[in-house]
């Protein structure tokens, strides 16, 4: 087995750690001291559980002003659950099918009332490579539901993607580049009912680890409230992206359509 895997199973099998999932599944974007409150350990237990949370990936942290916030990333339970299924079922399991639900089912609120989507995903590849995949119609096609992005990357220009007939199906601008590490664009779908919500922003920023691989942290933020952009998101859209992308680039491949 992976040891992306193992650590994921051995993360979860904590009944603690599973304690602090729930409580972020009940409200996301928690500090360290709203969760020791909730747990009858100190708070350096806390501390040693969520780190391990945390290197499973199964928790995202942001800093925000001073304090740093907590919240569930449901991106590695998306690819165990791709990976056993694809092999073994063509029925979802219910157990793990149940707990991808109530993993991507958090609420994102942070303390400020403010939805907030993060996610967090290492990927066995170079960060230039990473970066080509986020940003280049050749790449996007194949793992973002068949969408071309046009962009220059330019502060101000167009961050639009296109389906396979050319309509546009997201639309945005640019508000920050920095290749290959850091990118900030808005976000606007035109997908019905989400056209009718205010544009929101996406953060993606690419970190180089050692041995060629890129910790990816995708932040989606500034929803007015959980609107069908925030809702529809949540309950999938950005976990099946980022996993296809890391599939592609790690295999060549991407995920089998219907999954």
């Known amino acids: 087995m992976d040891m992306e895997y193992e650590s994921v199973f051995r993360a979860l099998a904590d009944p603690t750690r599973r304690r602090l999932l729930d409580l972020l599944f009940e409200r996301d974007g928690r500090t360290l001291t709203q969760l020791e409150s909730q747990l009858p350990i100190t708070r350096f237990g806390v501390m040693k559980h969520l780190r391990v949370l945390e290197t499973a990936g199964l928790i995202a942290t942001r800093k925000v002003g001073r304090e740093k916030l907590h919240y569930l990333n449901p991106v590695p ?129 690419l970190e180089s680890m050692p041995g060629g691989i890129t910790k990816v942290t995708v932040v989606h933020e500034d929803f007015q409230g959980e609107t069908a952009t925030y809702t529809g998101l949540q309950t999938g859209g950005w976990t099946w992206i980022l996993s296809n992308m890391k599939t592609l680039l790690e295999t060549g491949e991407p995920l089998p359509q219907g999954y």
């Not at 165990?80 to 089912?105: F, H, M, P, Q, T």
């Not at 194949?142 to 990357?153: A, E, F, K, P, V």
């Not at 945005?172 to 920095?178: H, I, N, P, Q």
């Open 77 to 205: 339970i998306q690819l165990i659950s791709d990976r056993w299924l694809n092999k073994y079922a063509a029925v979802r399991a219910s157990a793990l099918a149940d707990l991808k639900a109530a993993l991507e089912g958090g609420n994102g609120m942070s303390p400020d009332s403010k939805p907030r989507l993060v996610y967090q995903i290492i990927i066995r590849a170079p960060q230039e490579r990473v970066w080509q995949a986020i940003t280049t119609p050749e790449f996007t096609s194949r793992y973002y539901y068949g969408s071309t992005l046009t962009t220059d990357l330019t502060v101000g220009s167009p961050f639009t993607y296109h389906m396979p007939n050319g309509a546009p199906i997201v639309e945005g601008a640019v508000l920050a580049s920095d290749p290959p590490n850091r990118l900030i664009h808005t976000y606007h779908s035109l997908w019905p009912p989400m056209n009718e919500d205010a544009p929101t922003k996406v953060t993606w920023e």
